[in-house]
């Protein structure tokens, strides 16, 4: 199925979207990956979307990538006696770990950890944000507080902590049994929350065993302090403004956006942005103007993809908000401003013979009349470095295992052909001449470029760069064995 737009829209599924009918309408409409939350529902409900999703991917002859949302850890404070209490401006408020019902004045806060790590002048965030409470005192057991904002503090209320890295594993028990189901389940893609060190995805990484692919989640400022390290040992990028939005003033959340996605590109990682981008449509089957324009920005600034949450699982209106996405991003893709853009950010990098090969193609792809650049891909690495460049022509590839193309669905501006194993490099230019066509991207008076690597099926061999005719028999006459 065909894309009018490079940027890959990821899309949600809930209570709104369980169904085939609507996991179809919604892959129709633009959806390329679709998020599995693991904060809701059961594994057997996990399990049922999953079946569903790949029964799609099978009636619309397309790839579709699934990508599972580690929940993380979960901070929350106890039970009021009352249901609820107000705080108030300036008053004194305790957190501890007493098993009792809380009252105006404190509150149960099940989390040892929490206390371990605080110091006087450390600011705790309640109920997202609303709440914003002083550390002027702590122990191994307390926090004495005074309440910067006040506001409702009622039941279970969750709980961030911006100022410290916390002393938790990104991988709570849920996460571990959740993780370990959904690679059997077969989703390529593990979202991973929480993520405050580079070791938290060493140890999701040795947990999936290479079954998924990882994308760490940069909620917390200690991600932000620590992404090169997260960056380095992930497979990809969620930029998750939510919480970040929560822990830092929210004036800080653009630019950190703005610099992530640069450095995932740089790095040649998928990179999403999520959060918020079209909420109201929650409710309305049209968005707000900021929310049209926040889609746009995260566009032009070269994301992978972007992302619906609640708009597509629990909404009135999911296929609206996709068609939304779609659209979207095809105007932006369409103005000069975006190639402008686009390729003033283009970061050079020619360290290995892959990376000049691809340089090269995006380089004869935009100075000729080229139609497509089809890279033969065994990991994706190839793809990927492929994406890097935003090449102004679409990038076809072409590889023999599902699994990459499905992981690939992720990736800027690439259409996954599946193909059988190859042995000689003029079956792999024919193979691609049909692709090209089959796809509508060339006619067979056209060119395109490919990218291979000999000895095929080895990864990280891409050696070779061919400029070939879309007409197969000009192919046959031409090309050497």
Known sequence: MRRLRSVKIVATLGPASSTYEMIRGLHEAGADVFRLNMSHGSHDEIAERHAIIRQVEKDCDSTIGILADLQGPKLRVGVFANGEEELVEGASFRLDLADEEGTATRVTLPHSEIFAALEPGAHLLVNDGKIRLKVETCGADFADCTVITGGTISNRKGVNVPDVVLPLAALSDKDREDLEFVSELGVDWLALSFVQRAQDVIEARELCKGRAAILSKIEKPAGVKAFEEILEVSDGIMVARGDLGVELPVQNVPPIQKRLIRRCRSAAKPVIV????????????????????????????????????????????????????????IEVESDPTYTEIIEASRTAKRQTVADGIVAAAREIAETTDIKAICCFTSSGTTALLTARERPRVPIIAMTSSVRTARRLALTWGTECVLTGELERFKQAVVNAARAARAGKYAEPTDQILVTAGVPFNTPGTTNILRVAPCDERLIYNTDPE
Do not use: K
């Open 274 to 329: 999520a959060t918020q981008m079209l909420e109201s449509m929650i409710e309305s089957p049209m968005p707000t103007r900021a929310e049209v324009s926040d889609v746009a920005t995260a566009i032009y600034e070269g994301s992978d993809a972007i992302m619906l949450s609640a708009e597509s699982a629990a909404g009135d209106y999911p296929i609206e908000a996709v068609t939304t996405m779609n659209n979207v991003a």
